[in-house]
């Protein structure tokens, strides 16, 4: 981490599979978060991705005291349904999940959820689906991934009866419209906030046009005459499209001090 540090890295992504199940020594994920927020130079920190089952009360409360860790978890769930969970042998259960949510919203109530899906999994009926959608709704995940359910061989569930590949589309489009739906709403929350961002790169194309992500991952284009890649600048949101967000710089530097 000091290497990277010294050579302009702002931002520190952990990395893993299952990311949270980390340990080392006597050491786990939220000691190396821990250390991390000490770091004078790094301005953030995130970690992905996660699985419920070892989402410790340690590294829950590092949301609530390391700042530089950003307020966005990618907390897959996979199913809203309890069978479908258990048949997946996800080791967590809707109720467990919801309860690490809760948990993590009361360390810190800024913090917001991205997750992945899995549709038409062996199994899954109308009643299971449902379930999944009304999820989606309760949490209202800012991102989503979701994906039909493809048969790896060897597995348990390849020697299950798929769902009928129709139904399993229909059912894509419902859930991925629903999903589409609430990221809008979200975005529309955007407008006229003022956000911080983290410029990562200019863009060559366009003259005076630099890209960077706000603390929940939203690509920010501004326009500056000034370099500042490794900045992290307020940014006041104008408009958004499907996937990038625009906004105009907040200039601190004519600011006098009091």
Do not use: W
Not at 41 to 53: F, Q, V
Request: glycine share 4%; charged share 25%.
């Amino acid at each position: 981490a000091d290497s990277l540090i010294r050579n302009g890295s702002r931002e520190i992504t952990l990395l893993g599979q299952n990311v949270n199940a980390y340990s080392n020594k006597n050491k786990n994920l939220s000691d190396i978060i821990y250390a991390l927020q000490e770091k004078k130079d790094l301005i953030r920190i995130r970690y992905t991705t996660s699985h419920p089952k070892d989402m410790t009360k340690n590294l829950i409360e590092t949301h609530k005291d390391c700042s530089k860790l950003m307020p966005l978890l990618h907390l897959p769930v996979q199913s809203g349904s309890d069978k479908i969970l258990k048949s997946m042998n996800r080791k967590h259960s809707i109720k467990e999940y919801l309860k690490i949510i809760n948990a993590l919203k009361e360390k810190n109530p800024k913090i917001k959820f991205a997750s992945d899906f899995i549709i038409a999994y062996p199994g899954e009926n109308d009643k299971d689906f449902n379930q999944t959608c009304k999820l989606m709704e309760t949490i209202n995940f800012i991102n989503s991934y979701s994906f039909i359910y493809s048969p790896r061989p060897g597995t348990p569930a390849s020697e299950m009866k798929m769902v009928d590949t129709k139904l399993a589309k229909e059912r894509l489009v419902v859930f991925q419209n629903i999903a589409e739906k609430i990221k809008l709403n979200y975005k529309q929350t955007l407008l006229n906030q003022t956000v911080k961002v983290l410029f990562e790169n200019k863009i060559i194309k366009e003259k005076n046009k630099y890209f960077g992500r706000d603390e929940y991952q939203n690509p920010v284009i501004v326009n500056s005459k000034k370099n500042i890649i490794g900045c992290e600048k307020n940014v006041i949101i104008k408009k958004f499209s499907q996937h990038t967000v625009y906004g105009e710089l907040i200039n601190t530097d004519s600011f006098l001090a009091a």
